[in-house]
Structures are given as C-alpha cells and as structure tokens.
C-alpha cells in the first residue's frame, strides 16, 4: 500500500517565555499512516497530539525529524489538507453555504461553481434546507456539520481532525461519527482523528495509535480487525477497547505523576 504521510524521529519544542525553559512536546514520533486510512490518535492531555496534527496541516514547522506526504516535506497548509478544529471557526457574518465557499473563494472558483461545491458538502452533511442559515442559529452539532463541510469543500484527500466531536452532547456526537464513516467510506479520504474517547476511537478507526505522556511519542499501534458498522455493545468491541484502555492508562498516570512533581508557577 502506499504511504501517505510519514514521520521519522519527529521532535518539536517551545520555549516557555515567562521561565526561559524548553518543554519538549514531541520527542521522535515515528508514524506510517497508509493512503485510505482512518487513523485515530489518542493520549493524556498535553502529549502532543494537536502539535502532530498542527505540523501535518503545515500550521506548525517541525523543530528535527522527517515530515513527509506523498514523499514530499510538508511545508505548510495546502489544499491537499481539511482541517476540523473542536472550536467551531465560522464567520458570523456568513451564512452556511458562505461559510463553505470560504476556501474555494481563496482559490478563484467562480461564483456559480463554488456555490455548487458549497450546497453539495452541505447537503452531504445533513444540512439540507438550512443553507442560508447564520452560525447563531445553528445548534453545536450543526456548526460543527459546517466545519466539516467547509474542509470537504476543497475535496482534500487528507481529512485532519482535532477532536472535532468533543463538546458535543452524546447522541449529536454518534450522529456525526455516522455521518463522517459514511462520508470516509464513499470517498476513501485518508483521516487522522484525535480524540479523548477510547470508545470514539474504536468505533471509527481502522488503527489505533497510542501515545506516551509527554514529551510525545507513539507508544503502540492497536489494529481495529472489526467490520463495519461497529456495534459498541457487542463482546468482540468491549474486548478490543481493553487494550487501548490499558495502554492508555498507563500514561494518563505517569502523566499525573510528573504533573504533581512538577514546580508550582
């Protein structure tokens, strides 16, 4: 299968400058992620899963290490790459469809066409007859609806999202995951997917990886050898989500630990 996107021995740090100190977020993250793949990302909080994201998405230039895709270095955004944040980021100002077009206007598309573009996401994600709607009258689920169809607009072939579910109410939140499996699975977009939720993982992923408390890496890769759709009740699910739980753990302790230890201010 061809890679994708591939990370060798990738470090990043940040100089804290209220102490002049280094912290090191990531720490030789090596990841192959195949071409069609859904790969979820889960760790402790502050491991560095948003960082990896970030520089795949060209937000955030790699400190040392290796950052490919297509076997070309990322040097920042491009349009080969959506991106879904868990905040919102809509404009105000513009309606659904407007916010759509907002990527295919700094492209040049004309008119006619990007609204085309625009009312085929929109209608992809279940927002059909709310396309001349404003952001403050839309609930959280359908904003997050128009944040997805925004990234899908400009028909990346990479799909990054940044626990994009994660403020939503339980039901709004399977919803989406069914919208976003369906859209994966007609498209064969290659996803990466971070999230807190160990079950959100199991169900959407076809890979797991794990990473360590920080300074970030990855720790192990759990293949999902579950069809889909997954049932979250079933014995074969329950068993599968016990060792993601258990590598995860583990580094949501030592996470805590360092924390406690660590220097107040």
Not at 129 to 153: C, D, H, T, W
Not at 183 to 200: A, G, L, M, P
Not at 235 to 247: D, I, T
Request: glycine share 10%; net charge neutral; with cysteine.
């Amino acid at each position: 299968m061809h890679i994708k996107i591939q990370a060798r021995s990738l470090k990043k740090s940040y100089l804290i400058e209220r102490t002049g100190q280094t912290l090191l977020a990531l720490d030789g993250v090596d990841l192959d992620i195949q071409e069609g793949e859904f790969l979820c990302l889960v760790g402790p909080s502050g491991c560095g899963k948003s960082t990896f994201l970030q520089m795949v998405a060209g937000l955030e230039a790699p400190g040392e290490g290796v950052l490919n895709i297509d076997g070309q270095p990322v040097q920042g955004p491009g349009a080969d790459r959506g991106v879904v944040f868990q905040s919102y980021a809509l404009f105000p100002w513009r309606t659904v469809v407007g916010n759509i077009e907002f990527g295919l206007e700094i492209k040049g598309l004309p008119a006619p066409e990007r609204r085309s573009i625009a009312l085929k996401c929109a209608h992809m994600v279940g927002l059909k007859g709310f396309e001349n709607s404003y952001p403050n009258e839309l609930s959280g689920g359908m904003k997050q609806r128009v944040g997805i169809a925004r990234a899908l607009a400009n028909d990346p072939p990479i799909l990054l999202m940044d626990e994009p579910f994660g403020a939503l109410d339980a039901q709004t939140r399977e919803m989406l995951q069914e919208e976003l499996l369906s859209i994966w699975r007609s498209s064969k977009r290659t996803v990466i997917f971070v999230t807190h939720s160990v079950q959100e993982a199991v169900y959407l992923g076809g890979r797991i990886a794990i990473m360590t408390a920080r300074p970030g890496k990855i720790k192990t890769i759990i293949d999902v050898d579950l069809p889909y759709p997954r049932d979250v009740t079933s014995a074969a699910f329950g068993n599968l989500m016990k060792p993601v739980y258990s590598a995860l753990k583990d580094e949501v302790l030592k996470a805590a630990r360092e924390a406690a230890l660590r220097p107040a201010g």
